[in-house]
């Protein structure tokens, strides 16, 4: 069974930073891709990033880019979410997601067999 647990999420002011960190068991972290999606009040999940387990260069929403940066530590079985320069419209419930398989289409939360319990990050204008 694969368990996922995320933790960083908080209140920050627009413009400010957090670092989410999603810490996985039960399976071989480096094996597969991992992702972070987002789901804000009264709206559908969505992509943020992923990264895939064969080094491949990660993938980001547009609303990401230039702005968070996913990694991973296959050592520590963590994968992370540094988000800068936030903004108001970034506050969701963000969550760490693994899928049951390699070969996945990493925008589409479908994919993911595997879901954390939320982490709440809350930006103030």
């Known amino acids: 069974q694969v368990q996922l647990v995320e933790s960083g999420g908080g209140l920050v002011q627009a413009g400010g930073s957090l670092r989410l960190s999603c810490k996985a068991s039960?399976?071989?972290?480096?094996?597969?891709?991992m992702g972070w999606f987002r789901q804000a009040p009264g709206k559908e999940r969505e992509f943020v990033s992923a990264?895939?387990?064969?080094?491949?260069?990660?993938v980001y929403a547009d609303s990401a880019k230039g702005r968070f940066t996913i990694s991973r530590d296959d050592a520590k079985t963590t994968l992370s979410l540094q988000m800068n320069s936030l903004k108001p419209e970034d506050t969701a419930v963000y969550y760490c997601?693994?899928?049951?398989?390699?070969?996945?289409?990493?925008?589409?939360?479908?994919?993911?067999?595997?879901w954390g319990q939320g982490t709440q990050v809350t930006v103030s204008s």
């Open positions: 039960g399976r071989i972290f480096s094996n597969y891709a």
């Open positions: 997601a693994a899928p049951g398989r390699r070969e996945i289409k990493v925008h589409q939360p479908e994919e993911y067999d595997y």
């Open positions: 990264i895939s387990w064969i080094g491949g260069a990660p």
